[in-house]
Each structure stands twice: as structure tokens, then as C-alpha cells.
């Protein structure tokens, strides 16, 4: 069941590429700012480097929260979810994989490219894309907590990026952290761990709670 | 059997309607009629568990349909005002996931021969999108020809179609009647179906 989701959801995502692409050129353009703008200061792009890259990738993973549910609630698929006798958990689940799967894994793809361009060394490169590449699902699978609980709300945009930001900032600390603690020469192992927990907590937890919003939202 | 004890829901600071009871068993159709905002879709709502009741209780068999959960929505199938069709997808694949979600996987040839009957017939690869109203209705109405549940909610499922299409969708329900099965639907037009018992209920 949760593949059908996938299925559909990337489906979709193909047949609309420009929503897909729109976070990534997002990505592009942020990260490319910096540079641009701060001067070719090298010592300072390193530092500050881990900071605007998952910044960057935070903001653009919140651009699309708001479509996960909202299409699907307009044209009554979502109704139709709800009384599915499939767990509903279930198909969350595969909503907040297929949300990453368009717009999380194409940005762990960039990252090592755009990390060039502040001049981070091979190892910094290396652990920034597995830093992502850990945390960007918690950004899908906790964003959709919020977008379940903004649904159908107006001004839910905003309203979303309030209450999910605040639950993005240990995914930031940490993933930013990790590189840092390795341009600096330390070991990043305790920073990938926690990530990885977080990552595991959220697998557990997020779908359970996005149904139940998703069912408060709809009654 | 579905029954309703006491049933109670308002809208707001408005009360639709208080103390409603009925039964609908096996073979049997509910015809659901009132004027508009009566509160017709919000039964329907009601009934097939989307929304809580502020009093009484909905029960299937004689249980509540809150502790049936899953089991419940297996056996029942509900189409809304909207159809839950995806203008970027295909007939064959919206009519595919709108099943698999219900639970009752198909593949594409019976996709296609579902559609086909619903006189779709070159029309079934097309995107939703450039259906007509009355076609993506048939889209979603579809679904009832392959689903094998025993209650269908339907909520104004004649909206859009033609003179041909409600006559087909008259056969559907009498065969999903004449097998024991029964229905709750709203709708404006007149139509007759031979079931077991028809019951009117007149919301005002």
C-alpha cells in the first residue's frame, strides 16, 4: 500500500516537474548567494559554509510542506484515504517518503556540488551529503505533522513554518554541527549518531501523529 | 444492518437534526431528500465515520462503528461530492489507486474493462483533466464496479450525467441490492429502484 502512495506521488511529481524543480533551484540560489554576496573570503565561506548550506536545505524542504496534503484534501483523495481500512499510518508514511523522495534526495545530490563553492575539503564534503542525507528525511516525516495540522487553514504557509521550524532546530544543530566538528578535525560520529536516532524517532512517531491530526483536521 | 440511535449533529450554533433513528437492512435503500444545507452530506458523513456524531451512536450489526475502525471501512464504500480524481492522471490510473485505496487491488485490463462499461471507451488513457464533468464522474463511479462491499454511501452520485448514464448507474445499485447489499444516497432527481424496502428520510 505504502508503494501505490510512492507510486502515485512520483508520478504526479513527474507529470508537474515544475514544483519539483522549483524547490531545487531554490537550494541552488540560496546556497549560491553567499558566496557571491560575503566576497571571496575563504577562511570565512569554510565556516560559515555547514550553516547556510542546511539552512538553505531547511527552507526549502518547509516550500513544499504546504502541497503534501492540500492537493489531495481539495479533489477528496484525501477523504477517501481517511476511509480507507488500510492504516492511515501507513499511507502517511509513504506521503512523507515520496514528499522526501521529490524533494529531499535531489538536494543530498546538489549539496556536495554547492559545497565546492565555499571551498570545504573532500572529507567536510563527504559528511555534509551524509548529514543531509540523514536529516533531510526527519524535515519530510516531522514537516508533515504540521502540514496535517495547518490543513485546509488560511494562511496555513505561515502558520506551518511557526510550528515546524521551531522542531527543525536539533536536525539544524546537529547536521551543521557534523560538518563543522569535521573541517575542525574532530570526530562527527556523535553527531551522525544523533541524527540517526532523531531520524529513527520520527520514523516511529510522525506517521502516528500526522494521522491523528489529519483526522482531527477532517472531522 | 446499519442502524442510528439518536442521532444528533449541528453545524456550528445550528442543529441540523436531533434524535434521528432508522434502520437500513440487508436489500434495503435509504433515500436521503431535504433542501439545500439540511444537513444531507453531513449525515452522510456521519455514517461513514468522517465525522463524530455530537449525540447517539451509528452502529453496524450492532456495533458501534468507532470500535468496528477498520472493519467498518472495509465493507463500506463512500463517494463524495468530489470524486477524488486527480486531473493529472489517466482514467486507468486514477480509477487503479482510487481501488487501491479501498482496498481491492486491480490491474489495468480490468481498470479498462471497468471503464468501458461506464462507457468510457476511448477515453481511458486520457488525463482526467480533459474529462468532461460527466466523465470524471464516471471515473469515479467506476470504482463501484469493481468494489465488493456491502454498503455504499453515495453523495449525489447523479450530478453531471446523462439520461444513459443514470439508467446505467440505476442497474449497478439494483445488482449490488439483489446481493444483499444496501445503500444511502442523496439525491435530487427521481429515480426508481426495485429494492427490498425503500426508506425516505425527509431532512428539513
Known amino acids: 500500500m505504502i508503494l501505490w502512495i510512492i507510486k502515485r506521488d512520483l508520478l ?59 492537493s489531495d484534501y481539495v479533489d477528496g483523495t484525501l477523504e477517501q484515504m481517511l476511509l480507507s481500512p488500510v492504516s492511515l499510518s501507513g499511507l502517511v508514511m509513504g506521503k512523507a517518503l515520496s514528499h522526501w523522495l521529490v524533494t529531499g534526495v535531489p538536494l543530498v545530490l546538489m549539496a556536495p556540488v554547492l559545497g565546492i563553492q565555499y571551498d570545504l575539503p573532500v572529507e567536510a564534503l563527504m559528511v555534509l551529503t551524509l548529514s543531509l542525507l540523514l536529516g533531510t528525511p526527519v524535515l519530510s516525516l516531522v514537516g508533515a505533522i504540521g502540514a496535517a495540522l495547518t490543513l485546509g487553514l488560511r494562511g496555513g504557509g ?36 544523533l541524527l540517526g536516532a532523531f531520524l529513527l ?9 500526522t494521522a491523528a491530526s489529519l483526522r482531527i483536521s477532517m472531522a | 444492518m446499519l442502524t442510528a440511535n439518536n442521532l444528533e449533529c449541528s453545524r456550528g450554533d445550528h442543529k441540523l437534526f436531533a434524535g434521528m433513528n432508522f434502520s437500513v437492512k440487508a436489500g434495503e435503500l435509504m433515500l436521503v431528500s431535504g433542501p439545500n444545507g439540511s444537513g444531507k452530506t453531513s449525515l452522510l458523513r456521519l455514517l461513514c465515520g468522517l465525522s463524530v456524531p455530537d449525540d447517539g451512536e451509528i452502529c453496524w450489526d450492532g456495533i458501534n462503528i468507532r470500535e468496528l475502525g477498520g472493519d467498518y471501512r472495509s465493507v463500506m464504500t463512500y463517494l463524495g461530492h468530489l470524486g477524488g480524481i486527480k486531473d493529472d492522471l489517466t482514467a486507468i490510473e486514477n480509477l487503479r489507486i482510487s481501488c487501491a485505496l479501498a482496498g481491492c487491488e486491480i490491474d489495468e485490463e480490468q481498470a479498462t474493462d471497468a471503464l468501458r462499461r461506464m462507457g468510457l471507451t476511448g477515453r481511458e488513457t486520457l488525463p482526467a483533466k480533459v474529462l468532461s464533468q460527466g466523465q470524471r464522474r464516471r471515473v469515479a463511479l467506476a470504482r463501484l464496479l469493481v468494489t465488493r462491499t456491502k454498503l455504499w454511501i453515495l453523495d449525489e452520485p447523479l450530478t453531471a450525467l446523462d439520461v444513459a448514464a443514470i439508467e446505467l448507474i440505476k442497474g449497478m445499485l439494483e445488482h449490488n441490492l439483489s446481493q444483499g447489499g444496501m445503500i444511502v444516497m442523496t439525491t435530487h432527481q427521481e429515480l426508481n429502484v426495485a429494492a427490498a424496502a425503500t426508506h425516505q428520510l425527509v431532512l428539513s
Open chain 1, 201 to 209: 524517532v520520527s520514523l516511529v512517531f510522525s506517521p502516528w501523529a
Open chain 1, 12 to 70: 504526479l511529481a513527474m507529470r508537474r516537474r515544475s514544483d519539483v524543480l522549483t524547490t531545487l533551484f531554490f537550494f541552488i540560489i540560496v546556497v549560491s548567494l553567499f558566496p557571491l554576496g560575503v566576497g571571496p573570503e575563504m577562511n570565512m565561506l569554510r565556516m560559515m559554509a555547514p550553516g547556510v548550506v542546511w539552512v538553505a536545505a531547511l527552507l526549502a524542504s518547509m516550500l513544499a510542506l504546504g502541497r503534501m496534503f492540500s
Open chain 1, 158 to 193: 505561515v502558520l506551518v513554518s511557526l510550528l515546524v521550524l521551531p522542531l527543525y532546530i536539533p536536525v539544524l544543530i546537529f547536521g551543521a554541527g557534523a560538518v563543522e566538528a569535521s573541517t575542525a578535525g574532530m570526530g562527527f560520529d556523535a553527531h551522525l549518531s
